[in-house]
């Protein structure tokens, strides 16, 4: 069983996971062989606080501003 993961930034609709999973799929199976239902796909969605890039997070990157942690 072929698992593809996938990161991307949170935020993305239900609709655009759908296909993306779908694609990724048929891909899959085009490129490799093998049946549909065996394809699994995770997507782990990350927050833009938790992603760096060129030494800064993202979230200073976009002007994103978290609120501070409780305690």
């Known amino acids: 069983m072929p698992v593809i993961t996938v990161q991307l930034r949170s935020g ?3 609709q655009q996971k759908r296909e993306l999973v779908d694609r990724l799929t ?9 049946e549909r239902e065996g ?25 994103i501003t978290t609120p501070p942690a409780e305690g």
Do not use: N, Y
Request: negative net charge.
């Open 26 to 34: 048929t891909a899959f199976v085009e490129t490799c062989g093998g």
């Open 12 to 14: 993305r609709t239900e």
């Open 39 to 63: 394809v699994w796909v995770a997507l782990q969605e990350i927050p833009a606080e938790h992603w760096g890039i060129g030494g800064k997070l993202q979230s200073d990157l976009m002007g």
